[in-house]
């Protein structure tokens, strides 16, 4: 098996454990509503959509000085950029609202050289109406756990994160990478 196909066959198995995480999480019949209707593919997977588009033009529609006026580079550069390597990290949340298939969150990320560590660089989530509003990093942070545990790995981190109290309430806390010169702003989970 080739290099593409084994991390494609890992990040398969990290989305599947994290669709029986959630459903096994779900009790509450309220909550079944909440978490209906989701798919978790890759960022460009088209099973359910293009999502690369759709964060080009739904969610730019939202962008302003209360959500989030977009990263500096668009999701589209960042995608391709992070694809050269088979064992990145991405993930694309999707979920029926009224019928229609909304993009809800995207995620993307690599390993370490040696795979000690899988990070988690880049978050965003649809500011418009769906079911998971706000809760879009749930299945964002498992999904990396399990495919951080899948590839070996000790730890998973969470490079600059924008509101890092978001993170603290799963789990994550302040991490000093060894690595990096000038500190960084990491956040990590060990598993």
């Keep these: ?56 033009t739904r969610w730019r529609e939202l962008y302003s000085d209360s959500t989030h006026l977009g990263f500096v580079k668009e999701w589209r550069s960042l995608t391709y950029a992070h694809i050269q390597a088979p064992d990145h990290f991405d993930l694309a949340i999707w979920q029926n609202v009224d019928g229609e298939q909304v993009l809800v969150a995207l995620a993307l990320g690599n390993p370490s050289h040696a795979r000690t560590h899988l990070t988690v660089k880049w978050v965003e989530r649809y500011f418009g109406h769906n079911h998971l509003s706000g809760r879009a990093l749930i299945p964002i942070l498992t999904c990396a756990e399990e495919y951080a545990k899948l590839l070996g790995s000790e730890r998973v981190l969470v490079k600059d994160p924008v509101d890092p109290g978001k993170y603290t309430r799963y789990g994550y806390a302040p991490y000093r990478h060894p690595n990096v010169p000038h500190g960084g702003n990491y956040l990590a989970r060990e598993l």
């Design 1 to 56: 098996m080739d290099d593409r196909a084994y991390f494609y066959t890992l990040k398969t198995a990290a989305r599947a454990r994290t669709v029986n995480a959630l459903n096994n999480r779900i009790s509450i019949n309220e909550d079944r509503k909440r978490w209906s209707g989701l798919t978790l593919c890759s960022i460009l997977g088209e099973e359910v959509g293009d999502a690369l588009e759709f964060a080009e």
